[in-house]
Structures are given as structure tokens and as C-alpha cells.
């Protein structure tokens, strides 16, 4: 009963402790490539912290959780030194990784395929970013904006730069790829629909929001892999789609952990209870 109870727990530390790495190595690859949302032009100067959370945070909390799973494969060993202590700091973990788990996925199970609703500017915060992304297409390659494109790319998309004030040519000291590189970009003005619409032109390959537009705004005007579908289309597909998955998967690791903690609770007691057996038969 004992080696069944020490083998669950040792295969869920380990589970945590694969998470915490997996999510440390994502924090090197992040501070690595610097990768992400550039929070200093989202905000100016005055939220460097955030910047500085993005690059150590990942690290961080995959260290303290691979600690943690650690402390539970060591705890659940055969005669392990200062196992109480292990499996407490486990149990704390165990504990927190239940909550947050069984937390996300009754969310995600429930709410995934109401996040986006039906309607593009169904929400205050949907209808900013649709008119900010109207505004940052105007201004992009206009009188204020002169953008540099590609000649691939004017030769592919020739209707859609017609009229455009552009440049082909590559001696130039600053290209104008995105709109907010342009001279009078503000970033109040356009901050709601920066945040979204920069990840989903890289991740989702779509651009607009209730519209497409002709070529990417936010992220790379050159970047032809435009698939030519909205914003809001493929961002609430994305979410529906893999939300229930990820719903079911959280769910699964909520159940583990909870039985986990009743385990350990167990694998203490049961230890408590041959401590005493030991000493009454000394005694005796």
C-alpha cells in the first residue's frame, strides 16, 4: 500500500517538475531572443518592469516549480532525509497546482466558446480596436507614413499599394515597416488594437478585425503570409477550438493533483502510525 501511495506521488512531482522545466526553458528562449510585446513602445519608459517581467518571470516560476516537484520525488524516496519537510513544501505545491488547474478548467470548459460572442464590436474594447485598426491603416503608407515594401512584395500586391505613398528602395537609413514606426504614431491612440493585433498577425497569419486589410499593419508590412481572413474570425476560432482540449487537459491534471494531496496526507499518516507502533513495541 505504501510503495503503491510513494510511486503516485513520485509520478506526480515528477509531472510538476517536467512543467517547471518546461516553462524555465521557455523563459531562456524568451530572455534569449527577446521575444514578445515591446511594453516600452506600448507604454513608454515608465513600465520597464514589465519588460523585465516578461524575460525573468518565466525563469522564476519554472524554478520554484521544479523545486517543488523535486521536493515531492524526493519526499516519496525510501528513507529519505527530512522528508516531512519535502512532502510539506510538495503538499503546499500539490495543494496550489489543484486550485489553479481544476480553476482554469471549469473556466475554459464554460466560457471558451463565449469569450469572443458572435459579433466583432460586440464588446466597448472590440469596437476601439476595429477603429484604431482603421486609423493605423490610413495612416501606414500615406502622406504622414511613407512605408518601404519589397519589390516582392509590390509585385505580388500591386492593386493593394496603388495610390500609396511607398519606397522600394534598400539604401535606406530607417524602413517603415509597421505602422508604429511611423513619425506620428501615438501610442495612446492606438494601444488597444497594438497588443492584439502584432501576436495575431505573427501567430494567426489574419489582419483587421472585423475586415481584413490588404497587407499586415502592426507587425511586418512584408511578411506575405497574409491568409486574408479577420482577426476576429480566426482569434475566436483559435480559442474555441482549443479551448475545450485545453479545458479537459487542466481538468485532468486538477483531478491528479487532488488525489495527490489526499496521498501524501496519507503516506504521513501512515508513517506517523509505524513511528508509533515502533515505539510501543520498544517500550514494551
Not at 520597464?48 to 520525488?73: A, H, N, R, S
Not at 489543484?98 to 473556466?107: G, H, V, Y
Not at 513511528?275 to 510501543?280: E, G, H, K, Q, V
Request: glycine share 8%; net charge neutral.
Amino acid at each position: 500500500m505504501i510503495k503503491c501511495i510513494k510511486s503516485v506521488v513520485k509520478f506526480s512531482g515528477n509531472i510538476i517538475a517536467a512543467i517547471g522545466l518546461v516553462i524555465l526553458c521557455f523563459g531562456l528562449f524568451v530572455l534569449y531572443n527577446e521575444v514578445g510585446l515591446d511594453y516600452q513602445d506600448l507604454y513608454y519608459n515608465s513600465a520597464d518592469w514589465l519588460k523585465t517581467l516578461q524575460e525573468y518571470g518565466f525563469i522564476i516560476i519554472g524554478t520554484v516549480i521544479f523545486l517543488i516537484g523535486c521536493t515531492g520525488v524526493h519526499g516519496a524516496r525510501q528513507k529519505p532525509k527530512c522528508q516531512k519537510t519535502c512532502l510539506m513544501i510538495y503538499q503546499i505545491g500539490a495543494i496550489t497546482f489543484f486550485i489553479i488547474c481544476t480553476s482554469l478548467a471549469i473556466f475554459t470548459l464554460l466560457y471558451s466558446n463565449d469569450i469572443f460572442g458572435k459579433e466583432c464590436k460586440g464588446t466597448v474594447y472590440f469596437e476601439e480596436i476595429d477603429s484604431q485598426i482603421k486609423l493605423a491603416d490610413q495612416l501606414l503608407c500615406s502622406s504622414q507614413c511613407q512605408c518601404y515594401i519589397t519589390q516582392e512584395t509590390l509585385n505580388l500586391n500591386q492593386k493593394a499599394f496603388a495610390g500609396k505613398n511607398y519606397t522600394t528602395q534598400e539604401d535606406l537609413q530607417i524602413k517603415i515597416k509597421q505602422v508604429q514606426k511611423c513619425p506620428s504614431y501615438q501610442i495612446d491612440q492606438y494601444a488597444a488594437s497594438a497588443q492584439v493585433m502584432q501576436a495575431a498577425e505573427k501567430l494567426l497569419h489574419c489582419s483587421g478585425w472585423c475586415n481584413p486589410t490588404k497587407y499586415y499593419i502592426f507587425s511586418d508590412i512584408n511578411d506575405n503570409s497574409n491568409e486574408g481572413q479577420s482577426c476576429f474570425k480566426e482569434t475566436k476560432y483559435f480559442v474555441e477550438s482549443t479551448g475545450k482540449i485545453m479545458g479537459y487537459i487542466l481538468l485532468g491534471l486538477g483531478i491528479l493533483f487532488g488525489l495527490n494531496v489526499f496521498l501524501v496526507i496519507l503516506l504521513c499518516c501512515k508513517k506517523e502510525n509505524r513511528n508509533r507502533i515502533d515505539y510501543l513495541m520498544y517500550e514494551t
